[in-house]
């Protein structure tokens, strides 16, 4: 995945009691269920306002295609993985970063679409992959 912009979900976010109880197959698990909740807010995030970071300023002039999905590649090209103990979440378009941070040098105003604000991952974000989390780790125990 280039280095366009990616987020990285670390095994040791998982409390230490938990990683000694989690089988390896749950752990997998468990990052690419808190993956996918990031990745699939990141793409919902362009038909669907309440999920964005911030709100998006508006277009200086007018366009016929909605804001930011022109070719509809930076949506499409979000996508998730788990290598290890990691779980990445990226976009492959060398772009996104522009648009999720902003750019200066080419005058694009920040219209964030991942869940991350300040590096920390918003409310609504941190609530469903606590969700899932929770689902996993009941599946797992038997409840």
Do not use: C
């Amino acid at each position: 995945m280039p280095d366009a912009i990616a987020f990285t979900l670390k095994l040791d976010d998982i409390t230490p009691s938990l990683d000694a109880l989690a089988s390896d197959d749950l752990k997998r698990r468990m990052l690419q269920g808190m993956a996918t909740v990031v990745e699939s807010m990141a793409v919902r995030a362009f038909d669907e306002p309440g999920l964005r970071p911030t709100s998006w300023p508006a277009r200086k002039k007018a366009a016929s295609h909605p804001l930011l999905i022109k070719s509809g590649d930076l949506r499409q090209g979000i996508h998730s993985q788990v290598q290890g103990d990691a779980a990445k979440v990226g976009s492959p378009t060398a772009y996104a970063a522009a648009h999720q941070l902003g750019s200066t040098k080419r005058n694009i105003p920040a219209r964030p679409f991942f869940p991350v604000i300040e590096d920390k991952l918003t409310g609504n974000a941190s609530a469903e992959i606590t969700d899932v989390l929770e689902a996993l780790i009941g599946k797992a125990a038997g409840n």
